[in-house]
């Protein structure tokens, strides 16, 4: 009998982890041009993590972001948060490749605080490529799927979501607005994980197996739950529409906790 193991699950029953094979070589110059330029000494870098559809292999030229996690030697001061952020505008005009560059920026006594365990240690154990730098991840074991790791990364939802009402509310251009939709509503489905039973075998890794598994346990919220599957691959929606209904399910999540 061949029995398959459930979706994100591996053979041993721990969360599935970042593909380890090759970069596309698309996206080669960038990340190189990446681990130089942050590197530097001024930076006061740990490490360079790589998360997302480019750490998976899945990128697309001119629609994939690049996301960063980056994990300093100390908490940074303020000079240093402008410096990264110069270093991070320079890289995004330098590659059109990508839509835009993220950075997630912690340090080390934080990642490795054993508060922040389902979250940062998670976080860079399943979902992170080390580029450059120690790999905190080796100093962490695999984790098996749990509600509490779902909350521990996806907790603050509710303010993260308001935060990007106010800036597509404020967004001054249409290019701007679409990408800030299409950052919200992939947002809002990795939200709904919150809601997973304690006892459930899945553990979701795309968009699609997030929605498939909400719809699954809310099936009187497919409609709406699809609206947001469609505005994060493509947006294009009205701003009031859009925001309308990203309060209107916020609220919900919010009530269903």
Avoid at 101 to 124: C, K, M, T, Y
Wanted: net charge negative; charged share 20%.
């Amino acid at each position: 009998m061949n029995i398959q193991k459930p979706a994100g699950i591996d053979a041993d029953g721990y969360i599935l982890t970042v593909a380890d094979g090759p970069i596309q070589p698309e996206f080669q110059p960038l990340l190189t041009d990446v681990c130089a330029t942050l590197s530097r000494p001024e930076f006061g870098l740990l490490g360079i993590y790589l998360y997302g559809s480019i750490a998976r292999g899945e990128g697309e030229i001119g629609t994939s972001d690049l996301d960063l996690s980056l994990i300093l030697v100390e908490p940074p001061d303020a000079p240093v948060i402008e410096q990264l952020e110069s270093a991070r505008l320079a890289l995004e005009q330098r590659y059109p490749q990508v839509t835009k560059i993220d950075f997630d920026i912690g340090h080390r006594a934080q990642v490795l605080a054993p508060e922040n365990l389902n979250s940062w240690g998670f976080w860079l154990k399943h979902h992170c490529r080390c580029l450059w730098g120690e790999d905190l991840s080796l100093h962490v074991e695999p984790f098996r799927p749990s509600r509490a790791i779902a909350l521990a990364v996806n907790g603050d939802f509710e303010q993260a979501l308001t935060a990007y009402l106010v800036r597509i509310e404020l967004a001054s251009t249409e290019h701007t607005r679409y990408r800030l939709q299409r950052e919200a509503a992939r947002a809002l489905i990795r939200a709904t994980h919150t809601l997973r039973a304690e006892d459930a075998q899945i553990w979701p890794q795309t968009l699609e197996e997030y929605v498939g598994l909400f719809a699954l346990h809310y099936p009187n919220m497919r409609v709406q739950i699809a609206y947001f599957l469609f505005e994060a691959r493509n947006p294009s929606a009205e701003r009031e529409v859009f925001t309308t209904r990203l309060r209107a399910f916020l609220s919900w999540l919010v009530a269903a906790q």
